[in-house]
């Protein structure tokens, strides 16, 4: 089956699927939830519209960890100025000063690739990531890439897991590094029910926000070498 890719590298993202409140977490990795919501933004999927998204959630999706990234934690607040209030969630206004802690990945990127049969829709949510119709984002509105989620031949007729172990880094060697690291993280779903568990297996309209559980395992692949000559 073919295998779309997307390229998600930013200073900052965030894939959080605990959060609660004024309390926002991030997993280590894209959820599948904010990269199926990432196409239906480029795609112009109203959040209301299930019928449109769900063939997308569909979509097996695998992650390659090409640069992990650093979880920090951003703190916010809200309301704090004497002049200033907040709305409480019954709907009356309070005086006092709302604290938010909210973690992000720092200096991250990652490799995400969707397979599917239907080759029709990886086509045009590969046309879409080119020209979207809505901003993307990493995770959270303020948080753009800081390249373009978009790769060029980016639809391989390849296996997921055979191409996210050929597609070449999208890192660079920072100054302090003298080579790049010899394996990479890939996560992939898991189809016998094994793996980690994790609740973001969209199960309705990003309206009604209901997720559900899939299964997700890891393994290490060595580091992807370019074919610089290819004998004939």
């Known amino acids: 089956m073919p295998t779309l890719l997307l390229r998600l590298v930013g200073p900052m993202q965030s894939w959080g699927?605990?959060?609660?409140?004024?309390q926002r977490d991030t997993g280590k990795e894209p959820s599948k939830s904010g990269v199926i919501g990432l196409l239906a933004a480029a795609m112009g999927i109203d959040r209301t519209e299930w019928d449109i998204l769900e063939p997308l959630t569909r979509l097996s999706m695998g992650v390659r960890h090409d640069r992990s990234g650093v979880v920090r934690s951003d703190y916010q607040t809200a309301g704090c100025a004497n002049s200033d209030s907040v709305i409480r969630a019954n709907g009356t206004f309070s005086d006092d000063g709302v604290v938010s802690q909210r973690q992000y990945l720092a200096d991250a990127a990652f490799l995400v690739g969707l397979e599917g049969d239907?080759?029709?829709l990886l086509e045009k949510a590969y046309g879409k990531l080119k020209n979207p119709t809505w901003p993307l984002a990493l995770g959270r509105k303020s948080y753009a890439p800081a390249e373009s989620v978009w790769i060029k031949d980016a639809i391989q007729e390849t296996s997921l897991l055979d191409t996210l172990k050929t597609y070449p880094w999208l890192g660079?060697?920072?100054?302090?590094?003298?080579?790049?690291?010899?394996?990479?993280?890939?996560?992939?779903?898991?189809?016998?029910?094994?793996?980690?568990?994790?609740?973001?297996?969209?199960?309705?309209?990003?309206?009604?926000?209901r997720f559900g559980a899939r299964f997700v395992r890891s393994e290490w692949i060595p580091f992807p070498r370019e074919v610089i000559n290819v004998p004939e």
């Not at 993280?185 to 297996?201: A, F, I």
């Open 118 to 120: 239907d080759r029709t």
């Open 17 to 22: 699927t605990t959060s609660r409140f004024d």
């Open 172 to 209: 660079t060697l920072r100054r302090w590094e003298d080579e790049p690291p010899k394996q990479l993280l890939v996560s992939m779903e898991s189809e016998d029910g094994t793996g980690v568990l994790k609740m973001d297996q969209p199960l309705s309209s990003f309206a009604d926000r």
